[in-house]
Nanobody, 124 residues
Framework: QVQLVESGGGLVQAGGSLTLSCRMS????????MGWFRQAPRKEREFVAA????????WYGDSANGRLTISRDNAKNLVALQMNSLNAEDTAIYYC?????????????????WGQGTQVTVSS
């Protein structure tokens, strides 16, 4: 059974940085495109970033603005999201997701598996 476990969330001051990690178990991560989504209070879950099977292709949501970097290490079954210049609008629960399909990476419905999420809180 596939499991995704996020880590690295926490409280950070505005302007600071965080790196989120997601470890996949159960199946080789190299067979899955990986994505990060986030959900702020009273808002819908939104696309943040995604990475292709071997890391050659990346996609970013509108919130990235050059502040985010997604990467993966298939040997370790890890995907990471480095976030810089954080602001209060980045406060949300961040979810890791995996898909073995060929759908649109920015769409929630594309993903087969989801983690439980990790809270990121940015204080102003």
């Amino acid at each position: 059974q596939v499991q995704l476990v996020e880590s690295g969330g926490g409280l950070v001051q505005a302007g600071g940085s965080l790196t989120l990690s997601c470890r996949m178990s159960g199946l080789p991560m190299s067979n899955y495109r990986m994505g990060w989504f986030r959900q702020a209070p009273r808002k819908e879950r939104e696309f943040v970033a995604a990475v292709g099977l071997n890391g050659s292709y990346t996609w970013y949501g509108d919130s990235a603005n050059g502040r985010l970097t997604i990467s993966r290490d298939n040997a370790k079954n890890l995907v990471a999201l480095q976030m810089n210049s954080l602001n209060a609008e980045d406060t949300a629960i961040y979810y890791c997701a995996a898909t073995d399909g060929y759908g649109y990476v920015r769409s929630l419905s594309t993903y087969n598996y989801w983690g439980q999420g990790t809270q990121v809180t940015v204080s102003s």
